[in-house]
């Protein structure tokens, strides 16, 4: 059998030997049909031999007939010619063949046909053509001598003709015969082929095919353990490698999958014990039995659950199988560590033990212990440790890796379903404190499923709102209907935009109980959305803010009384004696909402209360009622008050004992309640009385009382000072004015001071010029040689004189400056040559002390409208400054920009600053910089010498041109000084 790699090549093999087989058959089919066509036509040929034989012994006749007209013997010639000359062409195209007439020569197969076809031809070429052509020349006598020539040359022409066609026809048989054999032999061949394809097609392809298809089978059932033998090297036999792989791969998932079916059907049965109950112990007992229960564990009837303590993580003995009492007592608390129990809680892994007698860590023993192996499995969860499962077992028995892992996972669910309950008891304390907490908080939440339309309500909702949830089916409509109708749109408004833009919102608003009774809450919720963006949850909560509004609005009139405390404070001082009165009526009806108060004095020596103001509804009031001390009849708060020198309420004026007059008047404008408060002097003295009344009965309550008496304090204060202001003013005015002499006489004598410094400091400094000079003149040897201790005394002098120069000078310049006789020489010029030209007097100086000199002047700063003298003299004094106080090896930099001042608006200003790594500033002596004879801590001014008025005339300078000096520095770490003048053009 061949042997094929591929099911392609199969198949082309098996297609090439159907098409050679059909290809032969009908190759020979079509070269026997055009063979058999072309004998036909040999036959039918040799068959017209006769005719024509007959046509040319007719037309003889017609030509011999001598009653037959010439034009008639024509055409019997002719006739008689043409049969001749067919008859020879049929005659030779029968032995040579002719395509013209689709004859092909005949082949050594027809041996009888050649041979009587060659007689015929010597017949016609020797006897009978010679014949007939001879009888066209016989004369007329002759004729019947020529028709019996003719007539025996036809005769003897169709027997052998015939002859001849009857052996063609005998061939032609065989022929055929011999085809339908060959036909018959390659149909056959056919057949044959066609059963050796149909037994290579099943051996090959078809059985291989019903193996996979009858192993497919098997696997569907559910064996796994067939393979499909098929040995071929094909496509087939490579899907029956694949399909017997992938049988033996199913085998083993199919065995795993039991396994872990079997395994889930335990973990199954455990979970369902776990979630029968939410309580602990119910719990735990119902999942150790369960446990104890399944047969595939190969457990012994015995165990327990320990759980751990939570601060020691101390086991100690939940639920126990099988335990005797003395084992059950003996377990109860396992120490941390100690035992199999312990060991497990300390090193938070499973602890294994196949022989609990000979095991040295399984501590806890009992006289009754048998044999046996021991699981500790910790109970854990999210790293807390929970518990610790104990189980037992056969003992010498291994755990396998997988056993390992199936007590793994029923411990996961164990301390799933632990920690569900431990959360649930919690939570349950939890809701119990929270429910507790709400309704001392006055507190609920709330629900609405918006798909539902269910609302869901806290106890302490329904008890805010005064509901039972027996009788009260709450959804959202039924919520609108018990808020109160005037704030119900705003509720809805609130509502829908939480559920449509996405806004919490956080409102107050009114509800109406069940009872009538109308109460403030503050409710805030905000709306969950799902994918799409559709609301379908909102939660909230709901306070009851009554008592808090109550209190708040208690607090806002109390601050609003307290406002008109401070208002009246504020009239001690911003009135006059003549409005004083008015402004503590009016306040008093403005802030406390009353509807009148009035004010009325008494003047010593009277029994009459004289009004001197009101403020509110007074319509004539005060001119109906007549307040006299001596009236009898004139009973009322007034009257009270001024006897008693109390406040006096009366809070129901419609019931009160009052005189009928008051009574009256007091109704007629509304007035329900009144409080009469004294104004008592310092001594105690009357002055007068405060009244107000309130259009509400019960308003002077006891608080507020006091607080009208503050009010009143206040205004008796205020009226009292106005009376005493009356007669300081008067001292004040004129003290003022002594004061304004006295300082236009102190300003004279400081500027006749400053005057005089000026000049004293120029004739002083005219003999010290001479005294400096000529001690230059000594020093350098012009008037004789000197000794150097000589030399020395005079550079003594010298320095000492140029110390005092510039002493005087600086004296000079401040005196100047105080004596407003300084006066700026004004020019443009450039800053920045003027600044470089100031650091050159320094060049020699940084080198000498290794003195890091740095500047950093901006390109763009341009020119400046000053006095560049006194601006270079700035420049030298608090360059020489930062020189003087920088050790050897610091740095100075100065810089120097343009820059926009805020203070002069459109203008700009140059800022020039001067930076050390000296010595720096204390904040305490940053103090006095900028005062004259001003300096640094006394060990310093031994240290570094000056006058301490250098930055005092820098600061004058400064300020001369419009400018500001400051300082930015901290002891220990250098100081920065910077001033800024600005740019005049």
């Not at 003719?150 to 063609?168: E, I, P, T, W, Y």
């Not at 199919?254 to 079997?262: Q, R």
Request: hydrophobic fraction near 40%; charged fraction near 30%; include cysteine.
């Amino acid at each position: 059998m061949f042997r094929f790699r591929s099911l392609t090549a199969k198949f082309i093999f098996i297609s090439l030997i159907m098409f050679v087989i059909l290809a032969l058959y009908f190759y020979i089919d079509a070269k026997f049909t055009s063979h058999i066509k072309g004998e036909a036509a040999r036959i039918n040929i040799a068959g017209r031999q006769g005719t024509l034989a007959m046509k040319m012994m007719y037309s003889t006749k017609g030509m011999l007939d001598p009653l037959s007209p010439s034009e008639e013997k024509e055409k019997f010639r002719n006739v008689f010619n043409s049969a001749i000359a067919e008859y020879e062409d049929v005659l030779y195209s029968l032995r040579g063949g002719s395509e013209e007439l689709g004859l092909i020569p005949l082949d050594e197969h027809y041996k009888d046909s050649i041979s009587q076809l060659n007689a015929l031809v010597n017949l016609w070429q020797k006897t009978q053509k010679p014949v007939l052509l001879s009888i066209k020349e016989l004369p007329p006598e002759r004729r019947n001598e020529a028709c019996v020539k003719c007539h025996a040359a036809v005769r003897g022409n169709l027997k052998d003709v015939d002859a001849f066609a009857k052996s063609l026809e005998r061939n032609h048989e065989e022929e055929i015969e011999d085809f339908n054999a060959l036909k018959f032999s390659v149909l056959g061949l056919f057949l044959i082929a066609s059963v050796f394809v149909v037994i290579y097609v099943r051996r090959s392809i078809i059985k291989p095919v019903w193996k996979l298809k009858n192993a497919a089978e098997l696997i569907k059932g559910g064996r796994f353990d067939v393979s499909a033998e098929v040995k071929t090297v094909d496509e087939i036999g490579a899907l029956s490698k694949t399909f017997n792989d992938m049988a033996q791969s199913l085998s083993f998932l199919f065995k795993k999958d039991t396994e872990h079916l079997h395994e889930l059907s335990v973990l199954n049965e455990i979970s369902i014990a776990a979630r029968q109950s939410l309580k602990l112990e119910v719990m735990l007992d119902r999942v150790l039995n369960a446990i104890l229960r399944l047969e595939s564990l190969s457990l012994e009837k015995g165990g327990a659950i320990f759980l751990c303590d939570e601060d020691t993580k101390t086991p100690r003995l939940i639920v126990s199988y099988n335990f005797s009492e003395e084992h059950a007592g003996l377990c109860s608390t396992v120490p941390y560590g100690e035992c199999l129990c312990g060991l497990c809680v300390e090193k938070d892994e499973i602890i294994l033990s196949e022989n609990s007698e000979e095991d040295k860590r399984h501590t806890k023993t009992y006289p009754d212990v048998k044999k046996h192996g021991h699981i500790a499995l910790p109970l854990k969860s999210r790293d807390k440790m929970l518990g610790v499962l104990c189980l037992y077992r056969s003992a010498g028995i291994k755990l396998s890796d997988r056993e390992i892992e199936m007590y793994k996972s029923i411990t996961d669910i164990i301390s799933v379903s632990l920690q569900n309950v431990i959360s649930y008891e919690k939570t349950q304390q939890s809701e119990a404190k929270l429910r507790e907490a709400q309704r001392i908080a006055s507190l609920g939440n709330w629900d609405w499923d918006i798909v539902k339309n269910t609302l869901h309500w806290s106890d302490e909702i329904y008890r805010i709102f005064g509901l039972s949830p027996q009788e009260f089916g709450v959804t959202y409509e039924a919520f609108l209907n018990l808020v109160h109708p005037h704030d119900r749109d705003f509720v809805q408004k609130s509502v829908n935009e939480a559920l449509y833009e996405g806004k919490p919102y956080s409102i107050d608003h009114r509800i109406v109980l069940p009872d009538g009774a109308e109460r403030i809450i503050h409710e805030q919720a905000e709306v969950t959305f799902d994918e799409s963006g559709k609301p379908i949850k909102m939660g909230g909560t709901v306070l009851d803010v009554t008592e808090r509004k109550l209190a708040e609005e208690g607090l806002r009139q109390h601050s609003k009384e307290l406002l008109a405390l401070a208002d009246a404070s504020n009239v001690i001082l911003t009135t006059t004696t003549t409005t004083t009165y008015d402004v503590i009526c009016d306040i008093a009806v403005r802030n406390f909402g009353l509807k009148m108060a009035w004010l009325g004095l008494i003047e010593e020596g009277s029994f009459d209360v004289k009004p001197v103001a009101h403020a509110g509804f007074e319509d004539g009031y005060l001119s109906s009622v007549r307040f006299n001390l001596n009236d009898p009849q004139a009973v009322c708060a007034t009257g009270a008050a001024i006897k008693t020198k109390k406040a006096y309420a009366v809070n129901d004026i419609e019931t009160a004992s009052l005189c009928a007059l008051c009574k009256k008047e007091d109704m007629k404008r509304g007035y329900r309640s009144s409080l009469a408060v004294p104004m008592l002097s310092a001594e105690g003295k009357l002055i007068g009385v405060v009244n107000f009344y309130s259009g509400e009965p019960m308003f002077f309550t006891g608080e507020r009382i006091k607080l009208f008496q503050v009010f009143t304090n206040q205004a008796a204060s205020a009226i009292k000072n106005k009376w005493l202001f009356e007669g300081l003013e008067e001292k004040v005015m004129k003290r003022t004015k002594e004061l304004e002499e006295t300082k236009l006489q102190a300003e004279d004598a400081n500027r006749v001071k400053s005057e005089f410094l000026a000049n004293m400091s120029h004739e002083l400094r005219t003999p010290l010029n001479s005294v400096i000079g000529f001690s230059e003149v000594l020093t350098e040897g012009l008037a004789g040689d000197i000794t150097d201790v000589q030399k020395e005394y005079i550079q003594d002098i010298w320095r000492s004189g140029k110390h005092l120069l510039r002493l005087i000078n600086d004296i000079l310049d401040l005196s100047k400056i105080e004596a407003g006789r300084m006066e700026l020489e004004l020019s443009e010029f450039e800053i920045k040559e003027l600044i470089q030209g100031s650091m050159l007097m320094f060049k020699e100086k940084a080198i000498k002390h290794r003195i890091k000199f740095i500047s950093d002047i901006s390109d763009d700063i341009g020119f400046v409208n000053a006095d560049a003298v006194k601006i270079k003299q700035v420049l030298l004094n608090l360059l020489g400054n930062a020189f003087k106080f920088t050790d050897d090896g610091g740095s100075v930099r100065i810089a120097a920009r343009r820059v926009r001042s805020e203070e002069l608006g459109d203008f700009d200003e140059i800022e020039i600053s001067i930076e050390d790594t000296g010595i720096g500033i204390s904040q305490e002596d940053q103090k006095k910089l900028f005062q004259p004879f001003q300096q640094l801590e006394s060990t310093l001014t031994k240290k570094y010498e000056g006058t301490g008025l250098g930055l005092s005339i820098s600061k004058k300078i400064v300020e001369l041109h419009g400018g500001r000096i400051w300082v930015e520095s901290e002891k220990g770490k250098g100081s920065r000084f910077i001033f800024a003048i600005p740019v005049r053009k």
